[in-house]
């Protein structure tokens, strides 16, 4: 095997794993990390079948929402991009002016925790489940215009009753965190 | 002085109270408290300057709004019934069933958590507040329709801290209470 195509498979591996652990990743973030040239990238993209970032998640995004038990699609907030029932769960949310305080341009709180109830409620294995309580950390303000990728994960669920870790990362940077316990109920 | 002046004098007293601790209520309801008619609490609430339901919450809101620091007017969720700055407010939002799920009628939480969380930033006597913490609990289901009353008080402030509970009602009966530790930032 030549030196480059070792190269290009060791640099499609990894950039595997990048677009999973960061979704919104650019075909420009990806040239640039990797050093080489975008229409690399596209071509690397090409041979393992990975869409173009607004078709990936829109694709995605769609294919999840039909495995929707405790919330309608079009009652979810953000765009889901992983689900596993029971256990966890993976949502984007791209912010902007709408969202900020005017003064600040910070990133008003109520939207990061909307885009975290929705995930923790989503992930949930049952037709119907409410928050109870909650326990939340902004840790770092988000400003107008970053891309919130959360992620949900099922810590505890005895009978109707559930334990929910969701974090909120920003460029792999994590700005939010929170611990919802929730319970089911009778439709 | 005659019994039914007397009567009359009590009855006006508790109406001030009674439309102090919920001001939702409306003649209707008042005049089937007070085992009176609807037209008697109206001349009440003539003689004691109350104006009627809407009108009350519109006033008030928009003087109440002039006074806030921490939040601009139009960025406030709910109406802004009372303001002491630093102290403590009050706010009202009526739910409707864009806020509910579908299933089950019951309003999302991050409806209740926005009033809750806005009325904690409002009540901060600074030109800009952020929360850093919070630990909220959902005590009853609330309904599509419901009318709910916000109750903030500052309980600690320290420097650039401040600890603020929020309490919300519905027909005074509490629904939601939580707790956050806010932080003010140099703009």
Redo the contacts between chains.
């Keep these: 095997m030549s030196r480059s195509s070792s190269q290009k498979q060791q640099r499609q591996k990894i950039l595997l794993e990048k677009i999973k652990y960061d979704p919104f990743l650019t075909d420009e973030e990806l040239a640039d990390f990797f050093k080489v040239s975008v229409p690399t990238i596209r071509l690397d993209r090409l041979e393992l079948g990975i869409p173009e970032l607004r078709e990936r998640i829109k694709h995605v995004a769609e294919s999840n929402q039909e495995k929707l038990k405790s ?2 699609g079009k ?1 979810f ?1 953000g765009e889901l991009i992983d689900l596993q029932l029971g256990q966890s769960a993976i949502s984007l949310m791209e912010t902007n002016s709408s969202m900020a ?4 341009h ?1 990133i ?3 939207y990061i ?2 885009l975290a ?2 995930l923790a409620i989503a992930v949930i294995d049952a ?2 489940a ?9 840790k770092i ?1 988000v400003y107008s215009g970053a891309k919130l990728v959360a992620k949900a994960e099922v810590k505890e669920s005895k009978r109707n009753r559930f334990i929910v870790w969701v974090k909120i990362y920003e460029k792999n940077v994590e700005v939010f965190r929170g611990k919802f316990i929730l319970v089911t ?1 009778q ?1």
């Design positions: 919330i309608e009652e907030i305080f005017e003064k600040t910070i008003r709180g109520h925790y909307s109830e929705t037709q119907v409410l928050v109870g309580i909650a326990n939340i950390k902004y303000p109920v439709k």
